[in-house]
């Protein structure tokens, strides 16, 4: 079993950057895919970004294409979010997400029931 645990969240102003890292445990996670989600106040959980288990293929909400960049180093046992030119509307608590039951899968990730094993997530606030 994978456990995550996310870091690099703060306040930003709007315009600015952050990173948002997620550290795994366990043997098995250059095998899984992972991902991003986040929640906003009274809103449902929503897709961010996520990466294939070989960091060959990555997805992206299009509310965050060409401003977000999701990496990972199964070296060790970390991926990342970095998080450019963030907006207001990007404020949210932020969740790291593995994709525990379906080893080296090859298909797409959009879904939160895409994922089985979630950190407990890293609050994003950005000013305007």
């Known amino acids: 079993q994978v456990q995550l645990v996310e870091s690099g969240g703060g306040l930003v102003q709007a315009g600015g950057s952050l990173r948002l890292s997620c550290a795994a445990s366990?043997?098995?996670?250059?095998?899984?895919?992972m991902g991003w989600f986040r929640q906003a106040p009274g809103k449902e959980r929503e897709f961010v970004a996520a990466i294939r288990w070989n960091g060959g293929n990555t997805y992206y909400a299009d509310s965050v294409k060409g401003r977000f960049t999701i990496s990972r180093d199964n070296a060790k046992n970390t991926v990342w979010l970095q998080m450019n030119n963030l907006k207001p509307e990007d404020t949210a608590v932020y969740y790291c997400?593995?994709?525990?039951?379906?080893?080296?899968?090859?298909?797409?990730?959009?879904?939160?029931?895409?994922?089985?094993?979630w950190g407990q997530g890293t609050q994003v606030t950005v000013s305007s």
């Open positions: 366990g043997r098995t996670f250059s095998s899984i895919g």
């Open positions: 997400a593995s994709d525990q039951r379906r080893r080296y899968y090859s298909g797409t990730y959009y879904r939160a029931n895409d994922f089985d094993s």
